[in-house]
C-alpha cells in the first residue's frame, strides 16, 4: 500500500526563483496536510485541506507562499518568489477526519529546499 | 506562541534502560495527544496517542502518560533499544488542529 508521496526529494534554486512543491497523498484519506519543519520552531503546519477544501492556511508565512488541491490525489506548495529564509523540510500528510484521535495523519519523506 | 514544548532537545540513554521523553502544553482545549518518531530522511511516524479522558495508554514498550492539571505528558519506553535513536514529537489536538512539539533527539547507546 503506496504512503504518502512527496517530490522532490531534494531542490536546490537561487533566490527569487520559483519553487513547486508536490504532493500525492493516501488513497481514501480527505485530509491533506502541508508542514514545514525548521530546527528552531519544529514541525508548523502551513496549511490544511479537508475534501480538497483549504480549511486553515492561517500558518502559511505570507503571500508568496499558495497552495492548491485541485483534486483528492494531488496537490501542491508553490513558493514565489522564494528567500533564503524559505529552506526547510516541507512535509506533506494525510488522514482520514483530519488526523485527529485514532485516525492519526501519515507523513510522506519530506522535501528538503534548499535557496540560495 | 508556542502551545506545545518539549523543553529537552536530546537525551541519551543506556540500552535496556527506561527513556522518558516530556511534552507541556498550554491549551486546555486539546483533548487528544499523539506522539510521533522521526528517522532522519524520513518523515514522522505515527507511535502512540491517548485521548483527554484517559491518563495512560500503553502498546508494548511504549507508554504514554497524561496529567491534564499539569498540562503535562511523557512517552515512556522500556527497555529501550538502539531502533528506538530517533527524534520523537509529541503533538496536541482538537478536531480541527494538530500542533506539534519542536521535537525531542533520542540516543539509546548500546
Known amino acids: 500500500d503506496a504512503g504518502v508521496i512527496q517530490s522532490p526529494r531534494h531542490e536546490v534554486t537561487e533566490m527569487g526563483q520559483e519553487v513547486t512543491l508536490r504532493c500525492k497523498p493516501i488513497?481514501?484519506?480527505?485530509?491533506l496536510f502541508w508542514y514545514r519543519q525548521t530546527m528552531m520552531r519544529g514541525l508548523e503546519l502551513l496549511i490544511y485541506f479537508n475534501n480538497n477544501v483549504p480549511i486553515d492556511d492561517s500558518g502559511m508565512p505570507e503571500d508568496r507562499f499558495s497552495a492548491k488541491m485541485p483534486n483528492a490525489s494531488f496537490s501542491t506548495l508553490k513558493i514565489q518568489p522564494s528567500e533564503p529564509r524559505d529552506s526547510a523540510v516541507y512535509f506533506c500528510?494525510?488522514?482520514?477526519?483530519?488526523?485527529?484521535?485514532?485516525?492519526?495523519?501519515?507523513f510522506g519523506d519530506g522535501t528538503r529546499l534548499s535557496i540560495l | 506562541d508556542q502551545q506545545v514544548k518539549q523543553n529537552s532537545p536530546s537525551l541519551s540513554v543506556q540500552e535496556g534502560r527506561i527513556s522518558i521523553l516530556n511534552c507541556d502544553y498550554t491549551?486546555?482545549?486539546?483533548?487528544?495527544f499523539l506522539w510521533y518518531k522521526k528517522y532522519p530522511a524520513e518523515g514522522p511516524t505515527f507511535l502512540i496517542s491517548i485521548s483527554s479522558i484517559k491518563d495512560k495508554n500503553e502498546d508494548g514498550r511504549f507508554t504514554v502518560f497524561l496529567n491534564k492539571s499539569a498540562k503535562h505528558l511523557s512517552l515512556h519506553i522500556v527497555p529501550s533499544q538502539p531502533g528506538d535513536s530517533a527524534v520523537y514529537f509529541c503533538?496536541?489536538?482538537?478536531?480541527?488542529?494538530?500542533?506539534f512539539g519542536a521535537g525531542t533527539i533520542l540516543r539509546v547507546k548500546s
Open positions: 488513497s481514501g484519506h480527505n485530509s
Open positions: 500528510a494525510s488522514s482520514l477526519r483530519g488526523g485527529y484521535g485514532n485516525q492519526p495523519q501519515h
Open positions: 503533538a496536541a489536538g482538537t478536531p480541527n488542529k494538530l500542533v
Open positions: 491549551n486546555s482545549m486539546f483533548d487528544y
